[in-house]
């Protein structure tokens, strides 16, 4: 499904306050869950989540943390769920065999960068990270899972859209209601300038919380290219909008946006019309990385462009003190 546009509305709606009494019930179960005693691993678990539901970059930070262990020398594996595969684990992903209809479409991103783990049980994938050498684990998503332990938590926030009209599903975009979700976050990243990001960002100032700026920035070679010709682009994530506004703010000439439900298996009808459609307005044909992995045809695939996008942060970087002590679990020698 597609976020809901009354989700990111700051007013509630008509819609909005009808579905409150289910949204307070959802976020109710969801609390309770918070109250279950989590299992601790012998390697520093770092979670990658975010407040609500839908797309906030997640990925690109996920894989930006993982780069900076890198650097430091360590080992890191990405923990998933692999949620839309079917392959339910523990499974250490190997693009070469698994599909994004098998994992997923992130953990095949992700697999570029450290080796990935596909586990619905988040304890035992982290005991078979931990068994193949990690020495740092990064857990996408799960800031609500009560079952692992987490040595840190970071919050990632779209800072145009923040918590939207600050209700908990389905009445809005939040996992269950924030006076539940600020205790799990240690560091607020915020994507994104916007009102609604400033808003969050000094709340999480006033609860102690360390708070980083940061922008999602596409590759400029491939915008580069894009910018020679128009463009017809297609997305099946959580906000397809997102992803037009980011070519158009980048100087592409967008002709049309199509967007997609999140997740969505392509067929290869589905590109072969958009291909047409394309061809017919003499233009390119351009998705995200996330599509583009869960496409199946090599030769359909060659006559798409893909946007790859990264995190680039606008002010400081995230303070090494801080991912250093986390480190000091797997190296208290040190």
Known sequence: M??????????????????????????SIAARRLKKHPTQVSVPVICIGNFTAGGAGKTPTTIAICEMLKAKGEKPFFLSRGYGGTETGPTL??????????????????????PVIISQDRIKGAEFAEAHGATVIIMDDGMQNPYLAKDLTIAVIDGQTGLGNGLSIP???????????????D?????????????????????GKPVYAATVKPDQNTIEQLQQRPALAFAGIGRPEKFFNTLRDNGVRLIKGIPFPDHHDFTDAELNELLSEAQKLDVLLVTTE???IRLKSAD???????LPVSLSFTGHKPD?????????KSHPES
């Not at 992903?93 to 450290?114: C, F, N, R, Y």
């Not at 939040?174 to 799990?184: G, I, N, T, V, Y």
């Not at 090494?320 to 000091?328: A, H, T, Y």
């Open 2 to 27: 597609r976020t809901p546009g009354f989700w990111l509305t700051q007013e509630r709606t008509l819609l909005s306050r009808l579905l409150s009494p289910v949204a307070w019930l959802y976020s």
């Open 93 to 114: 992903v190997k693009p070469e065999h698994h599909t994004s209809q098998m994992v997923g479409d992130e953990p095949l991103i992700l697999a570029k960068h450290a």
């Open 171 to 185: 009445a809005g975009p939040l996992r269950m209601a924030m006076k539940h979700q600020w205790p799990l976050a």
């Open 187 to 207: 560091i607020i990243f915020i994507l994104g300038e916007g009102k609604a990001g400033q808003q969050i960002a000094e709340t999480a100032i006033a609860k």
């Open 290 to 292: 996330k599509d583009y």
């Open 300 to 306: 359909l695939k060659a006559k798409i462009t893909m």
């Open 320 to 328: 090494p003190l801080i991912l250093d002590f986390i480190l000091r």
